[in-house]
C-alpha cells in the first residue's frame, strides 16, 4: 500500500503539470497586477549607506507592509541598503537595536511603542555617533530618546477626529474593534473616538483574535447579533473592515462600516460605498520618509521638522478622493 | 487443521460470576463520549440561561460555525490520537495550504482550482513527511511536529514575504474558478430565515465518515490497536506503519479542506495564522474521551468537544463579559469537561 | 530402553544427539522440526546444535533458565530470525522464514507472554485483530462476536459480554483468548512463551487444561516454560536448554519429573560445587558437606536411572495436577 501511495501522490503531481499549462486565468492574478507600478524615482550617485529600520511589526500584520515599500522605495533610490527587523516584544526589539549598532549601520529608523524599555537603546545609538529617527510609534518623547526627526500621525489626534466625523454622521452606539492586546496605538485610537464621539452617545470596544479571521468573524457577527443597538462600527485596520462586512451579512445588521488604514481591497469598498471612510496615516510616506531624511542627514547635514513632529496624517479617504487613491492603492501603496 | 473428534472433552463451559451485567444505561455512560455529552449540555443550559441573545436560532448558527472550523480538523486528530500519534502542526498546516493555492494561483496566473490541486498535493506531503519521520526515527510525534509546525510557521510567513511583498496573500478574487471554488468550500445558505454556512455540512459529513470508519471497518480495528498496544498489533500483523502514515496524511487531507474554506471564505490569508489552533484540537479530542496515550476515544466525542469550544467561545460574547476573562473561563471550562468526563467514566466501569 | 548410562565425560546426564522420533497422528511427519539449528549474532553463540521436533496431537516442553536461549529459539521458530546453521523444516521440507507473517501462513503460531493482545479493546476485536471478517471495508460485526464467542466456549469459557476490555479478564483468561485466537485461525502449530510464568496455581491449572484442549484438536504445541512441574503433566516431549545447547531430549516415558527437576535445576553443577567447598576446608567444608546431603536427600543429583522410575528415592511427591 505504501507502494500506491507514492504511486497515487506521484500522479497527483503528474496531473498538475498539464493542469498547469493549460489552465491559466485571463483574470486578474500577478499578470493583471504588474501593469501597476512602484514608485520608482531613478538612483543617486551619492556614497553608499546602510540604513537599519527596526519596527513593532506583528507577524503577518499587513499594515507594516506599505512601510516597508515606502522605506524599499526611498532606500532604492537613495543609493541605500536597507536592513529591516521587527519584534512585537519591546525588550527583544531594544535587542534588534543594540544588533544594528554593533553592524556600526549608517542610520536607524525606529518606532517606540514602549518607550520606557526601548529610549535606553536609542540613547545609545545616539550616544554611539548613529543618527536616529522615529516614526509611527513614541508620539509624545520623540525628542528627549534623541531622535531627530518624527515622522506619524497622532493617533489620539486621528481618534478625535474620526470620532467627531462619526457623531456629524449620526451615529448613536460605536463598536470599536481592537485587534491586538497591548498595542498603544491602538488603545490610543479607541480613546480618541471615545473622546472625538463624545456625548453624541456611546463607544464600545471588543477584543478579536487578529491573526485567526474565523474568530474575528465570529466575534464580531455575536457582538452584533448581540447588541442591535449597534450603527456604527470602526476598525483599526483595513482587513478586518472586511471582515466586518461579512459579519454584517450573517448577523442582519446595517451599522456604517469605518476604519483606521487602508488597502487595495478596502478602496474598493470605499467605492462601492460599503465602507464609509478610511483614517489614512500614509504608512508608505512614513516609511519612505524615514529613510530619505537620514539621506538628506548623511549626504549635507539637513534635519526635517525643526525639532517638531512631522505629520502624516490623519487624512479620511472617502468618496471624495477615492479615485485617485485607487490607483495607488492598487500597487500596494496606499 | 486436523480434528479426529468434534470438540473433544471440553471441559463444561464456567460462566465468569465475576462478570457481571451491565444495565444499559452503565454501558452508556462507559461509552467514551458519556463525559462530553454531559458537558455540553451543561454548557448549553449555563449560557441559555445567563445569555439572552445565546437562543435565538441564528446564534446557535454562529455558534456551530465557530464549531465547524475547529471540528473539520478535531476529527483527524482525534483518529491520529487514537492512533497514538500528536500532530502539533495541525494549526499551521491549514494555513500553508490556503498560502500555497493563493499564492500559485496568483503568481502564475491560473485558475484558482489549480491552486486548489497544487495545494492538496503539497497537505498530502507534509502529512506524509510527518508520519515518514516518526516511523522511520521512532522519535516521539511530539518532537517531530512540533520541529515541522515551527518551519511551516516560519516558511508561512517568510515565503509570503519574499513573493509578494507582503505578509498577507493577494487578493485572488478575480482568477477565473474563484467564485466556483467558493461556492463548494465556502458557500452558505438559508434554512427558515437563519444564515447556515457550508462548513458546517462539510463537519458533519465527515465526523459521520470518522465515525464509520474508526467502529465498522477493519481499518479502524487497526488504528485502535496501533494506538493501543503497536508491538501486540504488528506482532498479530497489523501494517501499524502504514496506519500511522495514512492517519498523518489524513490530517494533511483536511488540513487543505480546511485551508481551501478558509480561502475561498476570506480570499486573504494573514500568513500568521493558524498558531495556537493545534492545542484546540487535541483539548477538543481530549475533551471527547481520546486517551493522551492512545488506543481509546471517538470522533463523535471530539466533534461534541469541538462544539464545546465553540459554545464557550460565543456564549462569553452573547453574555457580555469582558473578553478579558474568556482565556481563564476557556480554561476552566475545559477542564471540567475533562474531569467530568473521567469521573463518569470511573463510575461507569464500577458500576455493575 | 537402553542400560543405566555411565557418566559420560563432562556430565551426569544422558544426552542424546538426536531427538527421538516423532509424529504420530500425521503419517510420521513432524509438524515442526529443527537439525542441528543454531544461531550467532556477530561473535555470539545464542544457540547451537538445537534438535527439537513436535508433530501432531503432541506437546513438546522446551525447559530452561533464564538466559539459556529459549527466546530466540522461539523467534527462529515464529519467523523472526532465520538460524545461522542447521535446517528447520515445517512438514518435512526445509523452509527459511522471512518474516513472522510467513510462519502464520504456514499455521505456525506464537503466543507470547505479553500475548499480544490490547488492553483497552474488547475481547471480540483483539480476536480478530489482524484477521477481521467482513464485505470489502465493512466488518461483520455480529457474525465476528458471535464466532469470537463459540470459541471460546468451545475452550471451556462462557463470556457473557465479548465487549469488555480484554484487560478486564484475568491472566488465565487472556491466555485462553490468545490460544483460542490462535486455534481458531487455522494454527498448526502453537508456541506458548512462558504462559503461566506469571499466574498463580489455579490459573495456572486453567492454562494447562487449555494447552491439552489445543492438542486434543490437533495440533501441536511447544510449551516453553522454566517450571518443570508445569512442564511434566502435559508434556509428550521435553526438551532441555542451557547455555544455548540442548542438555537433553526425552519422551515422557524416558524421565521422571524429578530428575527433570534434577537436570534443570542443575543438580550436577551443585554437586561439584559442594566438593570445591568440602575441599577448602573449615567452615566452608561444613557448608559443602550440608549441601551435598541436601542435594542426596532431594534426589537432584542430576543421576539419571532409566529403571528408577516411579519406585524409588524418598523425597519425592507425586503431584496431584493431572488434569
Known sequence: MLRSLRLTTAIVLLMIVPLVLAACSTTGGKKAAQAGNNVAAGHANTKHYTIAMITHASPGDTFWDKIRNGANAAAAKDNITLKYSNNDDPTKQAALITDAINSHVDGIAVTDPNPQALCPTIKQAVAAGIPVVMFNAGFANWQQCGAMSYFGQDETIAGIAAGQRMAKAGAKHVLCVVQTQGQIQLEERCAGVVKGFGTAGTVTKIYVNGTDNSAVLSSITAKLTQDKSIDAVITLGAPYALITLQAETAAHSTAKVYTFDTNAQLVAKIKSGQVQWAVDQQPFLQGYLSVDSLWLYLVNGNVIGGGQTVLTGPSFIDSSNIAKIAVYAAAGNR | MTQTAEAPVAPPPRADERVGRKSPLARMLARPEAGAIAGAIVIYIFFFIIAPPFRSAASFSSVLYVTSTYGLMATPIALLMIGGEFDLSAGVAVTSSALCASLFSYEFTTNAWVGVLVALALSLLIGFINGWLVIKTGIPSFLITLGMFFMLQGINIALTQTITNQVSSPDISTLQGFSSAQKVFASSFTIGGVNVRISIIYWIVFVIIATWILLRTRVGNWIFSAGGNPVSARAVGVPVARVKIGLFMAVGFMAWFTGMHTLFLFNTIQSAQGIGNEFVYIIAAVVGGCLLTGGYGSAVGAAIGALIFGMVNQGIVYAGWNPNWFQFFVGALLLGAILLNTYIRRRAEASI | ?323
Open chain 3, 1 to 323: 530402553m537402553s542400560t543405566p548410562a555411565q557418566d559420560p565425560p563432562g556430565g551426569r546426564h544422558r544426552a542424546t544427539a538426536d531427538a527421538p522420533s516423532a509424529g504420530n497422528g500425521n503419517g510420521g511427519v513432524p509438524l515442526v522440526k529443527l537439525i542441528n539449528a543454531g544461531k550467532r549474532y556477530g561473535a555470539v553463540i545464542a544457540l547451537h546444535d538445537i534438535n527439537l521436533e513436535v508433530g501432531a496431537r503432541e506437546v513438546t516442553c522446551v525447559l530452561g533458565d533464564n538466559g539459556a536461549g529459549k527466546s530466540t529459539l522461539i523467534k527462529i521458530i515464529a519467523g523472526l530470525h532465520q538460524p545461522s546453521s542447521g535446517t528447520y523444516e515445517v512438514e518435512g521440507t526445509p523452509v527459511r522464514f522471512s518474516s513472522p507473517r510467513e510462519a502464520l501462513e504456514r499455521g505456525i503460531a506464537t503466543v507470547y507472554q505479553d500475548l499480544a493482545v490490547v488492553a483497552l479493546m474488547p475481547v471480540w476485536r483483539n480476536f480478530f485483530l489482524g484477521n477481521e471478517v467482513g464485505k470489502g471495508l465493512r466488518m461483520d460485526i455480529p457474525a465476528m462476536k458471535k464466532m469470537c464467542k463459540d470459541e471460546l466456549l468451545a475452550m471451556g469459557i462462557d463470556l457473557r459480554d465479548v465487549d469488555q476490555p480484554i484487560g478486564t479478564l484475568s491472566g488465565g483468561e487472556r491466555q485462553c483468548v490468545a490460544i483460542s485466537r490462535a486455534v481458531h485461525f487455522g494454527a498448526k502449530v502453537l508456541i506458548l512463551d512462558e504462559p503461566t510464568a506469571a499466574l498463580g496455581v489455579k490459573q495456572s491449572g486453567v492454562v494447562l487444561k487449555y494447552i491439552i484442549q489445543a492438542r486434543e484438536r490437533g495440533l501441536g504445541v511447544i510449551f516453553i516454560t522454566h517450571n518443570p512441574h508445569h512442564a511434566y503433566p502435559v508434556g509428550d516431549r521435553f526438551m532441555l536448554l542451557n547455555r544455548g545447547a540442548s542438555i537433553g531430549n526425552f519422551e515422557k516415558g524416558q524421565i521422571t519429573r524429578d530428575e527433570l527437576t534434577g537436570l534443570m535445576a542443575g543438580g550436577a553443577e551443585l554437586e561439584q560445587l559442594s566438593h570445591e567447598l568440602e575441599s577448602e576446608g573449615g567452615a566452608a567444608a561444613e557448608i559443602g558437606r550440608s549441601m551435598e546431603a541436601d542435594v542426596e536427600e532431594l534426589g537432584i543429583t542430576g543421576q539419571h536411572d532409566a529403571g528408577t522410575d516411579a519406585a524409588s528415592a524418598p523425597a519425592r511427591q507425586e503431584g496431584s495436577s493431572h488434569p
